[in-house]
């Protein structure tokens, strides 16, 4: 079969593509780090007030215990406010105070999900190095081991100092 003229350059190119790739070892570097996330991210499932961790690649969610503070159903009951009357107030309070710290000191994006579970969610670059994965990964470590109450009560100082200043 004859090679047609225009399927040459087309052929030259992804040739020197495909050696370029291979001789500075792209697919090593573009596959290894999800791996390496799988391995790393597993370590926050002892931490104590994680629950569940679901996911595969670079997408996770973290499923967290509820939340049992002291005296906190009869605090929000006396809150005038109507998001507090919602029976999973506290668990989302907690996830948003996460990703407040999360990204308040250590420059993470994170989000969460409020389904039928309530999860923090964790999607890193799909470019990354393994030295940014160690860095996530010991952040979140770092954040989940603070306890709620001190999260919750940080993310709500910095929300109303926030609102203050701007009136």
Do not use: C
Not at 42 to 64: A, M, P, R
Not at 118 to 126: A, D, E, T, V
Not at 139 to 144: A, D, W, Y
């Amino acid at each position: 079969m004859m090679m047609m003229m225009t399927d040459l350059p087309t052929r030259i190119v992804s040739h020197i593509a495909t050696e370029s790739f291979l001789k500075v070892g792209f697919l090593k570097t573009f596959l290894s780090p999800p791996w390496y996330f799988i391995k790393k991210i597993h370590e926050i499932t002892n931490l104590k007030y994680v629950e569940s961790l679901t996911g595969d690649g670079f997408h996770w969610g973290i499923g967290f215990e509820k939340i049992k503070l002291l005296n906190l159903d009869k605090l929000l009951k006396l809150l005038p406010i109507e998001i507090t009357k919602d029976p999973r107030f506290a668990e989302k309070l907690y996830v948003s105070s996460i990703i407040n710290e999360l990204y308040r000191k250590y420059n993470i994006l994170s989000y969460a999900g409020f389904n039928s579970e309530i999860k923090l969610f964790i999607s890193p670059p799909i470019i990354i190095s393994e030295q940014e994965i160690d860095h996530a990964v010991e952040s979140i470590i770092k954040t989940l081991e603070k306890k709620p109450l001190v999260l919750m009560t940080s993310f709500v100082q910095n929300y109303l100092l926030r609102f203050l200043n701007k009136n």
